[in-house]
């Protein structure tokens, strides 16, 4: 990620910096066997199309609701007809929509990096140290069943939030990894590891937010503050321990921001709440076993 930080600074191509994809590296490589890396092609596939689709409706319309809304759409669309596990593929439609980016480098940007991860992914999984110091991983790349009720939640959501952060101008309320947690936190409840923390993955994302602001605002050079950031949410998840990759493209977030400011983990702490919340109610009203978790 230092380096993809690097070349956008030295090309001046920003779009090579896909902040999700500090999420998917972090992941990838901590479980080789997992089921984001169990299917290198769909690592590289399934972003590359909700990019693609994310930067045609971003050119089509400009930032709002109902732009917002499709690119979700979309999003899932594919996600579905590929039976892709990489949910942080709706992150990489969302971002073009949110940031206004309506240039066509960043569907290629995204590409060019997913296939640079798949690579090192590839040789990462000859070398035996990756199963003797990481494990296996889960497997599992099945798609969450009941699909008609969870997918109809996480699109309300967007919906709800969307509302909000247009009429108060925070548009970084409803930010792209936050649609990647709600989808995997309503699809996946019994599995994914934050879905049991609602107190805890707020927290830790504002947290990870600030040190991205404070990172980028008070080092001069991107590239060390891009390292600075992977290192201190590295700690920060160590010490809660929590898996919450999307953490790590929440501090990078603030990097491709035209002008990142105090008010982005406002806007973070926001968001994530509102998401607790929304999966606590979800959950009682469709499996009436609210979570408690902290």
């Not at 290629?108 to 991983?137: D, E, H, N, Q, Y």
């Not at 993955?201 to 602001?213: E, R």
């Not at 982005?264 to 979570?291: D, E, I, M, N």
């Amino acid at each position: 990620m230092t380096v993809v930080v690097w070349l956008a600074g030295f090309t001046g191509i920003s779009y090579l910096l896909f902040p999700e994809l500090a999420a998917l590296t972090h992941e990838v490589l901590q479980r080789p066997n997992g089921k984001w890396a169990s299917q290198p092609w769909k690592l590289v596939v399934t972003p590359t199309c909700t990019a693609v689709a994310g930067t045609l409706i971003g050119n089509w319309r400009p930032y709002g609701v109902f732009t917002v809304t499709l690119a979700v759409c979309a999003a899932i669309a594919v996600i579905r007809v590929l039976r892709s596990p990489v949910a942080p593929a709706i992150s990489a439609g969302v971002l073009p929509i949110v940031l206004g980016v309506t240039s066509w480098r960043y569907p290629v940007c995204v590409l060019g990096t997913l296939c640079g991860l798949t690579l090192m992914l590839l040789a990462w999984k000859r070398m035996p140290i990756s199963r003797l110091l990481l494990g296996a991983g889960p497997t599992s790349g099945t798609l969450p069943a009941n699909q008609s009720v969870w997918v109809g939640s996480v699109l309300c959501f967007v919906v709800a939030i969307g509302f909000v952060a247009q009429a108060t101008g925070l548009r970084f309320i409803l930010f792209p990894p936050l649609i990647v947690m709600a989808y995997e936190m309503l699809g996946n409840p019994e599995t994914c590891p934050w879905a049991n923390k609602l107190v805890t993955f707020p927290l830790v994302s504002t947290v990870s937010a600030a040190v991205g602001i404070w990172a980028i605002r008070s080092l001069q050079s991107p590239t060390l503050a891009a390292a600075v950031v992977l290192v201190l949410v590295s700690i920060i998840l160590r010490l809660t321990k929590l898996r919450l990759p999307p953490a790590f493209a929440i501090g990078l977030i603030p990097f491709v921001m035209r002008a990142p400011s105090e008010l982005y983990p406002v806007s973070v702490a926001a968001g994530t709440c509102s998401l607790s919340v929304w999966f606590f109610s979800h959950q009682w009203l469709f499996s009436k076993r609210p979570s408690n978790g902290s």
